[in-house]
């Protein structure tokens, strides 16, 4: 199994993932013609994808998905909720599948399960994708940590992590106060620190990846984000990875 980030951030998101002959992608908050330029980048040409998972409505996580699947002819999975937000036009494309969030569904040669977050969306979830040999967990826009966000991520060989903001800097920027308390809140993004105290809270014995993500441009900086998550999981700096909104992260692989 592998992964690789086409561009994390909130200008857009996209996360491959892969196992033997099935390959999906989780969110497209791109342009059809970014998207494609992103996957190719990466060595991937978008008609072998088996599908389109979405965690939830917010542009930068949707705004390409319909677009994108509807010229490959692509299956597109969300929760009900998430459904319900989509525009008219993309609401009839006839390959929406919509999915529990609490039961996890088989594509090809990954097993994905779905789990829900407090976010400010309709029904968010992120999800596990696993191969039966290794699991990687990603964990994004989501604004605290529940137990049952910790029990679905406990012992991944790989996690995807949201590190959004540190504290300092969002209290210290330009952001209207609503949108402070906002991103800063239960339903909003994780911190560094947050982030980092999470990573404690985790069987990480059987980690091989971490790679810090949806870092805000305003509000974080690559640096602090990898001194919070190493100075937790007490590695080396430069064992973290940070999947930027420009080039996202390149493939990684699970032995």
Not at 36 to 46: A, F, I, K, M, S
Not at 113 to 119: D, E, Q, R
Not at 192 to 221: G, I, M, P, W, Y
Request: hydrophobic content about 40%; proline content about 4%.
């Amino acid at each position: 199994m592998r992964f690789a980030s086409l561009g994390s951030g909130s200008r857009g998101n996209g996360l491959l993932v892969e196992s033997g002959g099935t390959r999906v992608l989780l969110d497209c908050g791109f342009s059809l013609r970014e998207a494609t330029y992103r996957l190719q980048r990466l060595g991937v040409e978008p008609e072998t994808l088996a599908g389109v998972l979405v965690t939830h409505e917010h542009s930068d996580h949707l705004a390409g998905v319909v677009r994108l699947a509807a010229r490959f002819n692509l299956p597109v999975w969300l929760t009900t909720g998430t459904a319900t937000m989509l525009s008219e036009s993309e609401s009839a494309y006839g390959q929406l599948r919509r999915i529990d969030s609490q039961q996890s569904l088989a594509v090809g040669d990954l097993e994905i399960l779905p789990f829900t977050v407090p976010h400010d969306a309709r029904e968010p979830v992120q999800y596990v994708f696993g191969d039966g040999n290794r699991r990687l967990g990603v964990l994004t826009d989501c604004g605290s940590l529940t137990s049952h966000v910790l029990e679905v991520l406990q012992a991944c060989d790989g996690l995807f992590l949201e590190c959004n903001h540190d504290p300092d800097l969002l209290a210290a920027s330009v952001y209207p106060p609503f949108l402070k308390r906002r991103i800063g809140g239960s339903h909003g993004h994780l911190a560094n620190d947050v982030a980092a105290e999470f990573l404690t809270r985790l069987d990480t014995s059987a980690l091989q990846h971490v790679v810090a993500a949806h870092l805000s441009e305003k509000c974080n900086r690559p640096e602090l984000a990898v001194a919070a998550l190493s100075g937790a999981l007490g590695c080396a700096a430069e064992w973290i990875g940070v999947a930027d909104q420009e080039n996202g992260v390149g493939w990684r692989s699970f032995c």
